[in-house]
């Protein structure tokens, strides 16, 4: 079992940054791909990012290119979603999710609530 825990959400201006933190318990965090999504209102849960777990490989939404960087520190079991130049469009409860294989997201987060403002 992997418990994750998203935090750094919050409210902030359009053009505005925020940085998403995800802390992982349980198992050996670098055996674990990781993911972001997020899930606007009305909306269904879409892709953002993903890292593996070495780090060396990273998978961007085109939504987010150029403007969101993912990364991970495996001492810390910790993955990151840097966001930049945000968009009101932006606004969703983002979600981080733990990949042991190749068949989908074993865990996820609770979610963490971003909301962009114009």
């Known amino acids: 079992q992997v418990h994750l825990v998203e935090s750094g959400g919050g409210l902030v201006q359009a053009g505005g940054s925020l940085r998403l933190s995800c802390v992982a318990s349980g198992r050996t965090f670098s055996n674990y791909a990781m993911g972001w999504f997020r899930q606007a209102p009305g909306k269904e849960r879409e892709f953002v990012a993903a890292i593996s777990g070495s780090g060396n490989s990273t998978f961007y939404a085109d939504s987010g290119k150029g403007r969101f960087t993912i990364s991970r520190d495996n001492a810390k079991d910790t993955v990151y979603l840097q966001m930049n130049s945000l968009k009101p469009e932006d606004t969703a409860v983002y979600y981080c999710?733990?990949?042991?294989?190749?068949?989908?997201?074993?865990?996820w987060g609770q979610g963490t609530q971003v909301t962009v403002s114009s």
């Open positions: 999710a733990a990949a042991m294989g190749k068949n989908g997201y074993d865990y």
